[in-house]
Structures are given as structure tokens and as C-alpha cells.
T-cell receptor
Framework: KQEVTQIPAALSVPEGENLVLNCSFT??????LQWFRQDPGKGLTSLLL?????REQTSGRLNASLDKSSGRSTLYIAASQPGDSATYLC???????????FGPGTRLSVLP | DTGVSQDPRHKITKRGQNVTFRCDPI?????LYWYRQTLGQGPEFLTY????????KSRLLSDRFSAERPKGSFSTLEIQRTEQGDSAMYLC???????????????FGPGTRLLVL
């Protein structure tokens, strides 16, 4: 059974810092991995999706990497801003992407 | 494209009552997913549809839960004889899969927050 963990559970940084969020999964036979953002009481917003054949994806200040063989992904956020404060979730799909298995999330606070 | 919508956004009910939630996916999306999320946890998969066919159900989906997508567009999730443990956020997502495209990005709705007293 696939299990996804995220470290740290919570992170507080001053504005402007670069930071790394970590995601680990136990079964390396994934089809893709996706990073989401969730604001309190709201649904999820997709940030980046990485196919199993890819090593990384970039969007603006965000960069996600994938090391499928070791079961790890990182989300790098450059020059953090208070508006980046949210919970960041990673999720993996197996078997042609039928459903996601989510991690518990990292709660990020960026202090002005 | 108006995004995925869910109704109601909040529901408070007494234990033992039945509740029904609705999800309207992005119009051209043929896949629709239901997830449940409790406080401090990531969403947990419940079930998904491709068009009107329900293709997979999680073991989390007890026989008190039923989901339908009768015309391959909107979907409903019904919980019968609600229990306090059903209190959670219920999230709907949709995606498009077609032709050789298997990879998909799921777009989530805002969720329905259920509180069972």
C-alpha cells in the first residue's frame, strides 16, 4: 500500500527566504506526482505535476524535483512571500493516474 | 471554464440523518473524483467516475455512502444514517482523460464541510 509522508509538518520563515519542502513515498512505481496548495477551509490548487519520466518542473518561483528510485520529491520556493502561507500537499498516482494518495501536508507560514 | 463547484459549502446535521452533496465538474471533464479530508490530514480517496461509470471505490466508502453520476456530468454523494465520524470536508475533483493522454491534472472544488452533531 502506497504511503506518502511530508517533512516538516510545519514551517515558519521570514519573508524573502528560499525554502524546501520534502515529500517521500514508499512505492516507487508511481505514474505521476503533483504538488498542491490549500488555503485554510478551501479546496486544493494544483501547483506542479511531474510525470514519472520527468526529473523536475518549474513554474515561476516554484521548482519541483522528482527522484522516483529513492521515492522522494522536493518543492523549492524561491524568495518566499507572505502570500505563500498555506498548506502544501504532495500526492502520487499509481496505475495510470486513477486516484491520488496524498501526504498530510506541510503548513507554511511566511512572516512579513 | 467556471471551475469545479460544490453545493452546499457547509452542512450541519444531527446523527442519524441523511445528507446529500452535489458536485459540478468542469464541463468537458470526463473523470470525477470524491475525496474526504479531516483536520490536519491530506485528502483520502473515496471513489471516482469515468463518464457515468463508477470505476473504483475505496474501502473507506462504507455501505452508508453512495455516489452517482447519472448523466456523466454532475455527481451526488449521499451519506445515510450519518455518524459523528463522518464529520469532514468532502472534496470533489475533475479531470479529462482521452485518447493517448493518460496523465491528468485534477482540479478541485472548494469542498463541502460536514458537521454531524
Amino acid at each position: 500500500k502506497q504511503e506518502v509522508t511530508q517533512i516538516p509538518a510545519a514551517l515558519s520563515v521570514p519573508e524573502g527566504e528560499n525554502l524546501v519542502l520534502n515529500c517521500s513515498f514508499t512505492d516507487s512505481a508511481i505514474y505521476n506526482l503533483q504538488w498542491f496548495r490549500q488555503d485554510p477551509g478551501k479546496g486544493l490548487t494544483s501547483l506542479l505535476l511531474i510525470q514519472s519520466s520527468q526529473r523536475e518542473q518549474t513554474s515561476g518561483r516554484l521548482n519541483a524535483s522528482l527522484d522516483k528510485s529513492s521515492g522522494r520529491s522536493t518543492l523549492y520556493i524561491a524568495a518566499s512571500q507572505p502570500g505563500d502561507s498555506a498548506t502544501y500537499l504532495c500526492a502520487v498516482t499509481n496505475n495510470y493516474g486513477q486516484n491520488f494518495v496524498f501526504g498530510p501536508g506541510t503548513r507554511l507560514s511566511v512572516l512579513p | 471554464d467556471t471551475g469545479v463547484s460544490q453545493d452546499p459549502r457547509h452542512k450541519i446535521t444531527k446523527r442519524g440523518q441523511n445528507v446529500t452533496f452535489r458536485c459540478d465538474p468542469i464541463s468537458e471533464h470526463n473523470r470525477l473524483y470524491w475525496y474526504r479530508q479531516t483536520l490536519g490530514q491530506g485528502p483520502e480517496f473515496l471513489t471516482y467516475f469515468q463518464n457515468e461509470a463508477q470505476l473504483e471505490k475505496s474501502r473507506l466508502l462504507s455501505d452508508r455512502f453512495s455516489a452517482e453520476r447519472p448523466k456523466g456530468s454532475f455527481s451526488t454523494l449521499e451519506i445515510q444514517r450519518t455518524e459523528q465520524g463522518d464529520s469532514a470536508m468532502y472534496l470533489c475533483a475533475s479531470s479529462f482523460v482521452g485518447g493517448r493522454l493518460v496523465q491528468e491534472t485534477q482540479y478541485f472544488g472548494p469542498g463541502t464541510r460536514l458537521l454531524v452533531l
